[in-house]
Structures are given as C-alpha cells and as structure tokens.
C-alpha cells in the first residue's frame, strides 16, 4: 500500500513540513506538490487540494488533520501523531487546523 500526500508546494509552512518529512518518512508515502502535476494527474480539483490536505489511501481520500496524521504514521513518530485522533483531542485538533488552513487560503489565493 502507498498513500499519496497532495500538498501546496507554494506555502512555505506546508513546504518546511513536507522537507521535514521527506526526510524521515517510510517508501509507503509519497509527497506530491500539487503545482507541480498537471490537473489530470490530481485526484480533485486543483482549488479543492489548495484548500487542505488530501491523502490517498488505495482510492480513499482523506483530509484535513486526518491526512496529516495518516502522513506522519510513515514515520517513528506516527504514534504520538495518534493523539490528535483521540475522542477528546480530535475536535479541538480538527478545529484548530480548520482555522488555520482556511485563513491560509485566504491569505495565498485571495
């Protein structure tokens, strides 16, 4: 199983993470910089994956906090990413990367 990270190759916090990953992710994930494929390579439309993050897992999509975290088990420290799944957590994470990643947006493409 390989799962694929559609990340925005243009925003300079998604790029350090991804650089950070790279580096110490298993060869079960690959990170995919949406800008550079053309639109028939994308899994969604361009605008859709600009807005958060899109992981495809054998046909499935997940997003948002989810695909970070799903990112992160390619690595030794996918466990401790786990935590933001927890019933108590995982809303608070859920929240807190939503704001973010719509003021992101914003502030990219508006």
Known sequence: ???KLFYDGN?????????RLEKIKDNKLVLQDIHQLDQEE?????????KV???DRNGQMITG???NVAAWEHT???ALWKILTWPL???IA???YSWWAVRRYRRMYH
Request: net charge negative; charged share 20%.
């Open 76 to 78: 030794r420290y996918g």
């Open 89 to 91: 957590i995982k809303p």
């Open 53 to 55: 993050l899109h992981l």
């Open 65 to 67: 906090i989810d695909a």
């Open 94 to 96: 859920s929240a807190a």
């Open 1 to 3: 199983m390989t799962d």
């Open 42 to 50: 994308l899994p969604a439309p361009r605008e859709q994956l600009l």
């Open 11 to 19: 925003c300079p916090l998604c790029s350090a993470e991804m650089a």
